[in-house]
């Protein structure tokens, strides 16, 4: 059974409510970096669903770090009655640089009042281990979260979507990162080409059994100017329905350890660039069915969980 009274899932909100006692909010930052899989480092061309944004908010060539957080304070603060935030470094991958350049960029953000943590989104091959010193140094001295962009524990897959980096490399990055004492959250895609739900929730079995404190769950949406976009166009890939989408996430969950964060459930497309499918833009509705569904169903995280 579920504990009582609280949600079938241990999301994001509440764990940072519970360490810090009040409403906390994410800012997404751009510093402006680039990814080894567009420097042609690894690759060119980026993985097939990304554009030239990097997922990310093409602030950097107008505001710095700091004018990022203030504008994104404001905002929250307006909406949510936020009084504290992360600032989420999420344009790119946001290690790759030296890491003295990298810390100066975190330290700005820390610089700025009320922001009580870092978020660093990256690949888990752009992290040196003088880039993990670094980060489990800054640790000591605030909340962080290392975020890596996984999708798939399958290396057919990763090679499909031009990933640029194997299953193995993540397994390597996750152990040099504990070994630092640092958080990990990792962002998984469900609908990628060629997987079917056999292939999705094996990815959570494989999560499952890793030392990870934290999941991002997101759907595979089709935007403008990508490969993605190419082979959508030319009928070679089909989204995720709604239907199909909250089944398997509900079904991801129950296979989770209990106490992973679950920091994300579903994307926030850029309804300008979004082209499949129209659904990904209801957000609020599928997260309530997501939960209608898991209750009546009666499932809930780590149902499924066999702790091996």
Known sequence: MPPMNTSRYRDLNTALREHFGCRVQKISLDA?????NRDDTVGVGGCIYCNIRGSGTGLSRSYSITQQLERGKERLHRRYKAKKFIGYFQSFSNTYGPADELKRLYLEALAVEDVVGLAIGTRPDCVGDDVLEMLADLNRQTYLW???????????????????????????????????????CVHVILGLPGENKRDMLATARGLARLDIQGIKIHLLYVIQDTALADLYQRGNYHCLSREEY??????????????????????????????APEWALEKQTNLQIIRDTLESRDLWQGKHFSGQ
């Open 32 to 36: 402006g970096l680039t990814c080894p």
């Open 246 to 275: 909250v089944d398997i996430v509900c079904e991801f969950l129950a296979l989770l350890p209990p106490q992973v964060v679950i920091h994300r459930l579903t994307g926030d497309p850029h309804p300008n660039e979004l082209l």
């Open 146 to 184: 290392v975020e890596y962009g996984l999708q798939s524990m399958h290396d057919r897959t990763l090679g499909l979507i031009n990933r640029g980096h194997d299953v193995a490399a993540f397994v390597d990055a996750v152990e040099r990162t504990r070994l630092q004492g640092l958080d990990i």
